[in-house]
């Protein structure tokens, strides 16, 4: 009996010692699995794709405040990066909607449309835009007539003689009364080499290149291609002025009512 029992033991020790050993690689896998999705999670976010959300109403009607975009990083060339020549980039082109840093605030995003090059001349007249001489069909562009009376909204550049000093931003009243004056050519703003003019599609909400100037291409982080997800939501939900307690209850609100304000409609939508 005693014999046996020995032998019983000396043959489950192998056992729970294999078992023992398959329970190490797995964690060990699990490890490896989860490191190697981080680095891809980083990678993607930091080089290809990377969220959005629209905080204001200045892309109406083509993104609404709420929308939730995916942006393509990996599409605009012009850089010189060697990579270029053998990576599927392209030129950024004139009607692309583009995410860019603000040139006045840190870690502060835009999304607007390219609507002046390099090197073109550009005005708005009567709510019309002409590029190089010509104008500019924009199918795209929405008119509020509830919003404030702005000349700008109206014409663009404005003479000399009627730069607005009384901008509320020091970067904006820098830009109207000094800056925008650099550029200008008779009745026409010229887009200096490496910078795009941007506007919003909502033109009389649309704080944009009318305001503060031009985009410089190294600001450009990509284009917006997909709306993942969208929420019916207002702008004092994503302002940095609104309280800690106000956005959490925002927050709050939007999960417990998360099927109700959710707009079905727009999910897996591309851009344009």
């Known amino acids: 009996m ?22 190490q690689t797995t964690i060990s896998e699990y490890l490896e699995s989860l490191l190697v999705t981080v680095i891809l999670a980083l990678f993607g976010t930091s080089f290809i794709v990377q969220a959005f959300k629209i905080p204001s109403a200045s892309m109406e009607g083509t993104l609404l405040i709420g929308d939730h975009l995916l942006v393509n990083k990996f ?3 012009g850089t010189g990066a060697w990579y270029e020549k053998v990576l599927p980039y392209r030129q950024l ?9 603000y040139p006045y605030a840190e870690h502060q ?22 590029i190089n001489g010509k104008p500019l069909p924009e199918p795209y562009v929405v008119h509020d007539s509830t919003a404030l009376y702005d000349p700008l909204n109206y014409n663009f550049p404005m003479p000399a ?3 607005i000093t009384s901008a509320t931003k020091p970067e904006v009243a820098n830009w109207l009364a000094h800056e925008m004056r650099k550029y200008v050519r008779g009745d026409e703003i010229v887009v200096p080499p490496g910078k795009y003019f941007a ?4 033109r009389d909400r649309s704080e944009d290149s009318r305001y503060w100037g031009f985009v410089d291409r190294d600001a450009i982080m990509g284009r917006p291609f997909l709306i993942y997800w969208s929420v019916d939501a207002q702008s004092a939900d994503y302002s940095g002025e609104s309280t800690y307690w106000s956005r959490l209850i925002s927050v709050f609100e939007t999960l417990v009512h998360l099927p109700s304000r959710t707009r079905w409609s727009r999910m897996l939508h591309t851009v344009h």
């Not at 082109?93 to 840093?101: T, Y």
């Not at 506007?199 to 909502?202: A, E, F, I, K, R």
């Open 2 to 23: 005693l014999e046996q029992t020995v032998a019983e033991i000396e043959k489950q020790a192998p056992v729970e010692k294999q078992e023992h050993r398959a329970d």
């Open 75 to 77: 599409i605009f060339g």
């Open 93 to 101: 082109k004139r009607g692309d909607i583009i995410v860019f840093k």
């Open 109 to 130: 995003h835009y999304v607007k449309r390219v609507i002046g090059l390099p090197g073109d001349h550009l005005k708005l007249v009567d709510q019309e835009m002409f």
């Open 161 to 163: 003689s009627r730069f």
């Open 199 to 202: 506007m919003g599609d909502n």
